[in-house]
């Protein structure tokens, strides 16, 4: 059985950082992208970031230069640090994965239709 579990979400002030962690079980986390997706109450989900079984990252326009995300295979868990959070990063954040697909393209990634397993989520709130 696929799992995603996040954790790390919080309450922070503008200028504040976070470090969200998702842990993965039940499928062959080294071969599949991550991704972590976010949703503000009443408003669609927002990719935020991705990161290929290689390593390599794509972030959101709104994520970049802010939000790192890493993985770590040996602990089939991927991480999002966030920085210098601003109060429209407050939302729910979700890891996702898509256990059918190797090698996605960067516009699979951010499909967020090509995710089969998605996490519970984890609320992110930056307030004054």
């Known amino acids: 059985e696929v799992q995603l579990v996040e954790s790390g979400g919080g309450l922070v002030q503008p200028g504040g950082s976070l470090r969200l962690s998702c842990a993965a079980s039940?499928?062959?986390?080294?071969?599949?992208?991550m991704t972590w997706v976010r949703q503000v109450s009443g408003k669609g989900p927002e990719w935020v970031s991705s990161?290929?079984?290689?390593?390599?990252?794509y972030y959101a326009d709104s994520a970049k230069g802010r939000f790192t995300i890493s993985r770590d295979d040996a602990e089939n868990t991927v991480y999002l640090q966030m920085n210098s959070l601003k109060p429209e990063d407050t939302a729910v954040y979700y890891c996702?994965?898509?256990?059918?697909?190797?090698?996605?393209?960067?516009?699979?990634?951010?499909?967020?239709?090509?995710?089969?397993?998605w996490g519970q989520g984890t609320q992110v709130t930056v307030f004054s």
């Open positions: 990161i290929n079984s290689g390593g390599i990252t």
């Open positions: 996702a994965a898509d256990v059918t697909t190797l090698g996605p393209t960067e516009a699979t990634m951010k499909n967020l239709q090509s995710y089969d397993y």
């Open positions: 039940g499928f062959a986390f080294g071969n599949h992208a």
